[in-house]
C-alpha cells in the first residue's frame, strides 16, 4: 500500500511530525501494558516482588541487549515518516530487526 499524499494538517513537515509521534506513542502504550501485565503476573505467581523491576541493575550482557532494542526502536520510530511504501513484506521485515 502506498504513503497517502493527503496533508492532514496542511504541512507536510507537521505530518512527517504527527506520523512520528503516533508512532512513538503506539509503541510506547503496546510496551508500557506489556511490561505492566507481565509484572502482575509474575507478582501474582509469587516469582517477582512488587517494586522488583524498578530496582533492578542489569549486567553487561544485558546492557548490551537493551542498548541494541533502544537503537532499532530508535531507528524504526525516526524512519517511518520517510517510508514512502509499505507491504506485508517490509512490515514484517521490520518486526524481525
Do not use: N
Request: charged share 30%.
Amino acid at each position: 500500500m502506498k504513503k497517502p499524499d493527503t496533508h492532514y494538517l496542511k504541512d507536510q513537515t507537521l505530518d512527517v511530525l504527527a506520523r512520528t509521534d503516533t508512532e512513538l506513542l503506539s509503541e510506547l502504550w503496546i510496551l508500557a501494558d506489556r511490561a505492566a501485565v507481565l509484572e502482575q503476573i509474575l507478582i501474582d505467581k509469587g516469582l517477582l516482588q512488587p517494586g522488583e523491576v524498578d530496582e533492578y541493575v542489569p549486567d553487561e550482557q544485558m546492557s548490551l541487549r537493551l542498548e541494541q532494542m533502544r537503537d532499532q526502536l530508535v531507528r524504526r520510530v525516526l524512519a517511518s515518516p520517510f517510508v514512502d511504501e509499505y507491504s506485508v513484506d517490509s512490515l514484517k521485515a521490520q518486526g524481525q530487526k
